[in-house]
C-alpha cells in the first residue's frame, strides 16, 4: 500500500462522511493529501449533479467538492474540469472536429485520428464513426455486414449457423478475431486453447476432451487470479484502474470477467461498519447513475458490470477469524484499490475461500438458521428450510438434470429480431408511475435475510446504504432513474442478460430430485414487483375468465367452485367428464417468442422491461457452472406468473366453446364437457401449444369419471391417460367431491399427517420461543385453511378435530406443558383457543372456525365466479347454498349479537374475520363470566385479556425494535409463557419442600417462607429480587424505547420532593416525568373487580406527588433537538401495570402517543 493512503486513512470517516473539515479549493486532487476520492467519480470530475449542482455543504454529511480549474479551450463551451484529462475527453466529444491549440494538444491527451478527427490518445482507431472510417471497416465475410472491431465478433457470428461459418476459411475468421470450435461454437481466437467453462461452450459430447467440471478447478485461499482463466490476453493489454478497464473492454471480455469474477467463492459484507456505510452508498449512487445513463448495449454492459462485480472484489471478508477493526481496515484497502490500483492486482487479492458450507445442513446449523430467519419475521423462509433435505452438490448427474429443466431454445433469431422491434420507446412507457420513496419502502419491505443475486448486493447491505442519512437519499434517486431508464428504453442485448442473471440453487427434494431455485437481483425482483403493482386491475381483466391464479381474489375457491358445479349441474344432457390437465415442466419451456408479442400488444408500458428481461438468454450461475435461461419465465421474477398466463390464456382463447367448460389456476387445469369434447380438446390443444413452448404430461394428466361412468366410457384418444373417480379426485389439493364419500378425504389426511410431522420437528428445536411462533404462523393450520374454505364443516370435522388434537400436542411440547394442561375436563382451554387479543396464545383451532370459513370462501368463490356487483346476490351462490347450505351452517354456530352496532348476518358470513370475532368473543365472555374461579383466577383471565396484555407474544424477543432487543432464554420464556396460562413452574414438584432463599437487603435475615407451585411467593416476597428486577426493566425498556423515539429521556432526573427528599420519577420523558410500578392484582384492599389494585395504585401516586405536577400528559412530540439536556417536567404520568400485562388507563394513552412518536422518528429500522 502506498504511503499516502495509510497515512490518508485516519481521516477517512470525517472529510467524506462527516464533513467537518474542507478541502483547499486551490490544490489539485491527490490520493496523498486528500480524502475526496471517495466522492463519486462524476462529483469528483466537477461535472454537475443531478441536482443542480446542489451538493450538501461540509456542516451536512458530505465533503464540499472543489472549485474547476480548467476551461474548455473553446471559447464559447462552458465546461470545467479539476482535470485536464476529463477536459480532454470532452474536447474529444464534442468538439472533434476542431483542433485544440498546440499548447494545450499534450495536455488535453488528445491525438489526431487517420480521419484527421482529434480523438482520446487511448481509443483506438477502430472506434471512429465518421463516414470515412466507418466505410474503411471489413465486412462479413457471410452477410457483407459492415463489422465493429473495438468489440468482440462472437456475438455476430453467432447469429449465423454453424454451416454458414464453416464455409469461412478460418484464416478470414482469425483476422476478425474469432474462431470456430469442432462443435460448430463460435469464439474469440485467445479462447480457443482455454477451458470451455470460460467459453461458455457446454457441450460434453462434442467439447468433451476441453471441458473442464467446475469441481476440478483448483481454488486456493486467498489467490482469485486461478479462476481468471483464459483472461490474462485482456490483463495483459489492460493493466490498469478499474474504471479504464470497465471503460475500454469490450461486450465480450467484460461478460468473461462478470462471470469469472461471480463465480469466486467469498463471503462478503452484509452491513458494512457505519463509519464507511456513505461511503458504499455514494459508490452505489455513482454507478447507479452511470447505469442510467448508458445510452447503446455496450456502456450498459459496462455499468452492470461494474454494478455486479464490486460486492465480490471490494466488499469481501477478509480471510479467517479478524477483529472488527482488522476487518474495517481491510475494507478501506479495498475501496483504495478500487479506486487507484490495477484491476489485476484488486482480483488478485480477492480472498477465495474454497471451504464456504455446501450440502445438507446439520442439526445445529439448521437451528440456527431457522433462529435466524425468524428473527428477521421471515417465518416462510425458516419454514421453507426446515421442508427441504439440503443442497444438492454440483455433479454430472444434477447438471444434466437442470439442462432437462433449462431447455436451450432452438432458435433466437426470433427473439433478437422482437427485441429491437417497434415500440421499445413508446409513448406509454414515457411516465413512470411511481416514486423514489415507492422503491425505497418496498426494498425495505424485503426481509434481510432474503437471498441476494449472482453480484452479492444483499438486501440488509441495500437496507444500510438506502437509510444512510445524505447518501441514502441520492441511491434513491439513482434507483428512480435507472428504474425510468428500464421502463422507457430497457436494455439492450447482454445488458438484459446481465440484468437478468440468476444464481441457481439445486435442492434436494425428499425423493432425492432437483428443484431448481433461481435467486435473482434484489433491484430486479423490486422493480418487477413494482411494475405488477402498477398493472392491477388490467392485468386480471386480460386473463379472464379462465385464470383464477394471477391476481383473483379467493381464486383458488372459485376454481372449485366452478369445477364442481360444472359437473354436479351440467348444461347439456349427455353424461360429463373432467379432464385434470398437467403441463410438463411449463414455465420452464413456455415461448418467449410467443410472450414478448402479446406483452407487446397488451401491455406495451411493459415492454421495454419485459424486453429487457426475456429477450436474450440469460446466465443461471451455479458456482463456477454456468446454464443459460433461453426458454420459459423465470423463478422469481414477479412478472413471471402473469407473462406465462398471456401465452396460456392465448392458446386457450382459441377452444372458448359452451360445451367445454375450462377452469386454470395457473399451469394446473380442469375442463369439464363430453368425453368427445374432452377428447377433441386435449387433441387440439396439444397441437397448438406445442407452437407456444407448451406440452401436455400425459402420464399425469388424468381423466375423471363422475356419475356412473366406467372406464368403458373413455374415449380411445384418452385410453393412455390415468382414469380417477370422483370420489378420488382432487384439484389443487382439494377433494373435488364435497360430500365426503368413498375415499374422497385421503387428500386431507394426507397434508394432515405432513404438516403435523414438520410440526413435530419443528416442536424439537432448541430454540422454543422461536418454535413457537413458526408453529403459530406458518406450520399449522394455515396450511389447512384453504380447506375448510371449500369443504363442508360437517363432512371433514372429524378430521380436523384430529389435527387440531396433534398439533396443539406439538404446540405442548414447545410451551413446555403437558398435553393434559390443555384441557379443562374434556374440553380445551379457551386460553389455548381464543385469539392474543382476546386472553389467548391465538392457537387457531380448525374446528371451531370451520363454518365461517366456509360460508365466507362461498361467498367469495361465487363473487369471483359471477363477476356481479357487491350488492348483488350472486346466482351460483344461491344454487351452491341449495346443495351445500353453507350459510345455514354457519348462523347455526354464530351466536346473538351482544351489541346494537354488530354488523348483519349477511356482513358476517362474507367476512371470516367478523364472524369468528362474534364467535370468540362470546367464548371470551362465558370465560370471564365463571363465578366459581378464585381471587388470583380472575384476576388472571381479566389481565390477560385486557387490551395489548399479550401483546409480547405477537413476534419474537430476539427481533430488534429500533435497534434494541432483550432476548428471553427458552426457559425463561417458557416460564413466562406458564404464568400467563395459569399453570404450575417446572419446579412444581419441588416447590412444596423448598423454602424462599431471599435474603433482606438491610437486615441480613432469610425469608424461609414456602414456595408455591404457582410461583405466587416469588413474585411478592420482599426480600426477592423479583419485585425490584421486573420494575427495573420495565423503566429500562420505556426509556430506551423513548430514546429511540428520538426523544429527550433521563433515568431517575435530580427532580426531589422537597417534603420527602425523595426523587419520585423513574423516566423523564420530554417534560413527562413517569413513574414505573408493577403491582399484584390481588394486593391488600383490591377488590374482585378488573384492574382494582392498578386504580389504587394509581390514585396513590397522583395524590402523593401533586405538589410536584398537576397536569396530566398531553401528546408527545419529537423535539428537533433530540437527545439534548433535560427539561424540569411539567406533567407527570404514573405508569403502572400488574404482573398479567394489565395498564392503567392513564398509561394506555401515554404509551399510544408515545408508540405514535416512534413511528414519526422512522425509528423502526430493519436489522
Not at 436474450?616 to 458456482?623: D, V
Not at 346476490?873 to 351452517?889: C, G, I, N
Not at 364467535?919 to 370465560?927: A, G, L, V, Y
Amino acid at each position: 500500500m502506498a504511503p499516502g493512503l495509510r497515512r490518508r486513512r485516519p481521516t477517512l470517516s470525517r472529510a467524506p462522511i462527516l464533513g467537518d473539515t474542507e478541502s483547499p479549493t486551490d490544490s489539485s486532487y491527490s490520493t496523498s493529501d486528500s480524502g475526496d476520492d471517495w466522492l463519486p467519480q462524476r462529483e469528483r470530475a466537477g461535472q454537475p449533479s443531478d441536482d443542480h449542482g446542489q451538493r450538501p455543504q461540509s456542516r451536512g454529511g458530505l465533503a464540499r467538492p472543489r472549485t474547476p480549474q480548467y476551461p474548455c479551450p473553446e471559447p464559447r463551451c462552458p465546461f470545467a474540469s479539476s482535470s485536464m484529462a476529463h477536459v480532454g475527453r470532452h474536447w474529444g466529444r464534442e468538439h472533434p472536429t476542431i483542433m485544440p491549440p498546440a499548447d494545450v494538444w499534450g495536455a488535453l491527451e488528445l491525438r489526431r485520428n487517420k480521419c484527421g478527427l482529434a480523438v482520446p490518445r487511448t481509443q483506438a482507431d477502430s472506434a471512429c464513426q465518421c463516414g470515412p472510417c466507418t466505410t474503411a471497416k471489413p465486412k462479413c465475410p457471410v452477410c457483407d455486414t459492415r463489422l465493429d472491431l473495438r468489440s468482440s465478433q462472437v456475438r455476430h457470428f453467432s447469429r449465423h449457423s454453424a454451416a454458414q461459418v464453416r464455409a469461412v476459411p478460418p484464416a478470414v475468421l482469425r483476422t476478425l478475431g474469432v474462431g470456430q470450435r469442432a462443435c460448430g461454437k463460435i469464439c474469440e481466437v485467445n479462447s480457443l486453447n482455454h477451458p470451455h467453462a470460460i467459453s461458455r461452450c457446454l457441450d460434453p459430447v462434442l467439447c468433451g476432451s476441453g471441458l473442464t467440471h467446475a469441481q476440478t478447478l483448483a481454488v486456493r485461499r486467498n489467490r482469485a487470479a486461478d479462476d481468471l482463466t483464459g483472461l490474462d490476453d485482456v490483463f495483459a493489454q489492460l493493466r490498469n484502474s478499474p474504471s479504464e478497464f470497465f471503460g475500454a473492454a469490450s461486450t465480450h471480455t467484460l461478460v468473461r470477467f462478470v462471470d469469472a469474477v461471480l463465480a469466486m467463492q467469498v463471503r462478503t459484507w452484509k452491513r458494512v461498519p457505519q463509519r464507511l456505510s456513505a461511503t458504499v452508498a455514494l459508490e452505489l449512487a455513482a454507478m447507479l447513475e452511470d447505469l442510467a445513463r448508458a445510452p447503446s448495449e455496450l456502456e450498459q454492459v459496462r455499468a452492470l458490470s461494474r454494478l455486479w462485480t464490486f460486492p465480490t472484489l471490494v466488499l469481501c471478508l477478509p480471510p479467517g477469524r479478524q477483529p472488527s477493526r482488522a476487518r474495517a481496515a481491510f475494507l478501506v484497502d479495498r475501496l483504495h484499490k478500487w479506486r487507484a490500483d490495477s484491476i489485476t492486482e484488486l482480483v488478485s487479492a480477492v480472498p477465495v475461500d474454497a471451504a464456504l458450507p455446501t450440502g445438507t445442513l446439520t442439526p445445529d446449523l439448521l437451528a440456527k438458521q431457522v433462529q435466524k430467519h425468524m428473527r428477521a419475521h421471515h417465518i416462510g423462509a425458516a419454514a421453507r428450510l426446515l421442508e427441504s433435505s439440503g443442497i444438492h452438490q454440483v455433479t454430472d448427474d444434477v447438471l444434466a438434470k437442470l439442462r432437462a429443466l433449462h431447455p436451450s431454445a432452438a432458435d433466437t433469431s426470433s427473439l433478437r429480431h422482437d427485441a429491437h422491434g417497434p415500440g421499445q420507446d413508446s409513448a406509454s412507457a414515457a411516465d413512470v408511475p411511481w416514486e423514489g420513496d415507492d422503491i425505497r419502502q418496498l426494498i425495505l419491505a424485503i426481509p434481510h435475510t432474503s437471498g441476494s443475486g449472482p453480484s452479492r448486493w444483499s438486501a440488509s447491505l441495500l437496507h444500510q446504504v438506502l437509510q444512510t442519512e445524505v447518501a441514502g437519499s441520492k441511491v434513491q434517486v439513482a434507483l428512480l432513474r435507472v428504474s425510468q431508464a428500464l421502463v422507457r428504453r430497457g436494455f439492450e442485448g447482454q445488458a438484459g442478460a446481465l440484468w437478468n442473471h440468476a444464481r441457481l440453487i439445486p435442492l434436494r427434494k425428499k425423493d432425492g430430485g432437483v428443484r431448481p431455485i433461481a435467486v435473482g437481483e434484489v433491484l430486479r425482483r423490486a422493480l418487477g414487483k413494482l411494475a405488477l403493482r402498477c398493472l392491477g386491475q388490467a392485468a386480471v381483466d386480460s386473463l379472464l375468465p379462465l385464470q383464477f391464479g394471477v391476481g383473483r381474489k379467493s381464486g383458488l375457491e372459485a376454481a372449485i367452485m366452478g369445477t364442481r358445479m360444472a359437473v354436479l349441474e351440467p348444461t347439456q344432457s349427455e353424461p360429463v367428464a373432467a379432464l385434470k390437465i398437467d403441463l410438463a415442466n411449463a414455465f420452464n419451456t413456455v415461448s418467449r417468442h410467443t410472450l414478448l408479442r402479446l406483452v407487446h400488444a397488451r401491455f406495451p408500458e411493459l415492454w421495454p422491461l419485459v424486453r429487457s428481461t426475456y429477450s436474450t438468454p440469460s446466465p443461471l450461475r451455479l458456482g463456477t457452472q454456468m446454464l443459460y435461461s433461453a426458454r420459459g419465465v423465470q423463478q422469481g421474477d414477479p412478472l413471471g406468473p402473469l407473462l406465462f398466463s398471456l401465452v396460456l390464456q392465448n392458446v386457450l382463447a382459441q377452444f372458448s366453446a359452451p360445451q367445454v367448460h375450462q377452469v386454470w389456476y395457473l399451469d394446473d387445469g380442469c375442463v369439464v364437457g363430453t368425453p368427445a369434447h374432452l377428447a377433441a380438446f386435449l387433441l387440439a390443444f396439444e397441437h397448438d401449444a406445442q407452437a407456444h413452448g407448451l406440452a401436455i404430461n400425459r402420464a399425469k394428466t388424468e381423466f375423471i369419471l363422475t356419475g356412473t361412468m366406467t372406464r368403458s366410457d373413455v374415449p380411445d384418444g384418452l385410453q393412455d391417460l390415468l382414469v380417477t373417480s370422483w370420489s378420488e379426485a382432487e384439484l389443487l389439493g382439494v377433494p373435488l367431491d364435497a360430500t365426503g364419500a368413498g375415499r374422497a378425504l385421503a387428500p386431507i389426511a394426507r397434508l394432515s399427517r405432513k404438516v403435523l410431522d414438520l410440526a413435530r420437528t419443528v416442536s424439537e428445536l432448541p430454540c422454543s420461543e422461536e418454535a413457537f411462533h413458526l408453529l403459530r404462523g406458518s406450520v399449522g393450520p394455515r396450511r389447512l385453511a384453504h380447506l375448510t374454505r371449500t369443504m363442508p364443516a360437517d363432512v371433514i370435522r372429524a378430521e380436523l378435530a384430529s389435527f387440531d388434537e396433534g398439533w396443539r400436542h406439538c404446540v405442548a411440547r414447545t410451551v413446555g406443558t403437558a398435553p393434559a394442561d390443555c384441557l379443562d375436563g374434556t374440553d380445551v382451554r379457551p386460553e389455548w383457543r381464543l385469539p392474543l387479543s382476546m386472553g389467548g396464545l391465538g392457537l387457531t383451532a380448525l374446528t371451531d372456525v370451520a363454518p365461517f370459513a366456509f360460508a365466507a370462501g362461498s361467498r367469495a368463490a361465487a363473487r369471483a365466479l359471477d363477476q356481479v356487483p357487491d350488492d348483488v346476490v350472486p346466482p351460483t351462490l344461491v344454487r351452491w347454498d341449495a346443495r351445500f347450505h353453507s350459510d345455514q351452517a354457519a348462523l347455526a354456530c354464530l351466536p346473538a349479537p351482544v351489541a346494537a352496532d354488530d354488523a348483519p348476518p349477511g356482513t358476517l358470513l362474507s367476512s371470516q374475520t367478523q364472524s369468528c370475532r362474534r364467535f370468540f368473543r362470546k367464548m371470551q365472555t362465558d370465560w370471564l363470566s365463571d363465578q366459581g374461579t378464585t381471587t388470583w383466577e380472575f384476576h388472571r383471565r381479566h389481565g390477560i385479556s385486557a387490551p395489548f396484555a399479550l401483546a409480547w407474544l405477537s413476534m419474537p424477543s430476539a427481533i430488534p425494535l429500533a435497534g434494541h432487543a432483550t432476548r428471553m432464554r427458552p426457559h425463561v420464556w417458557q416460564a413466562a409463557v406458564r404464568h400467563m396460562l395459569g399453570l404450575p413452574t417446572r419446579l412444581a414438584q419441588f416447590a412444596s419442600q423448598t423454602r424462599c432463599p431471599a435474603i433482606s437487603a438491610t437486615t441480613g435475615a432469610i425469608c424461609g417462607e414456602r414456595l408455591d407451585a404457582l410461583g405466587r411467593h416469588a413474585l411478592a416476597c420482599v426480600f426477592g429480587p423479583s419485585r425490584y428486577g421486573r420494575h427495573e426493566r420495565v423503566a429500562e425498556a420505556l426509556r430506551d424505547f423513548a430514546h429511540a423515539a428520538g426523544l429527550v429521556t433521563v433515568r431517575e432526573p435530580a427532580v426531589c420532593d422537597t417534603s420527602t427528599a425523595r426523587r419520585p420519577y423513574d423516566v423523564l420523558i420530554g417534560t413527562t416525568g413517569v413513574d414505573v410500578s408493577v403491582v399484584l392484582p390481588d394486593k391488600a384492599g383490591a377488590r374482585r373487580t378488573p384492574g382494582s389494585a392498578i386504580r389504587i395504585k394509581t390514585a396513590a401516586k397522583l395524590s402523593a406527588y401533586t405538589s410536584l405536577v398537576s397536569a396530566r400528559p398531553g401528546p408527545l412530540a419529537v423535539s428537533a433537538t433530540a437527545h439534548s439536556a433535560a427539561v424540569a417536567p411539567t406533567s407527570f404520568c404514573p405508569l403502572v401495570l400488574d404482573i398479567f400485562g394489565r395498564l392503567g388507563d392513564d398509561a394506555r394513552p401515554f404509551l399510544a402517543s408515545l408508540a405514535g412518536s416512534f413511528q414519526m422518528a422512522g425509528a423502526a429500522r430493519p436489522r
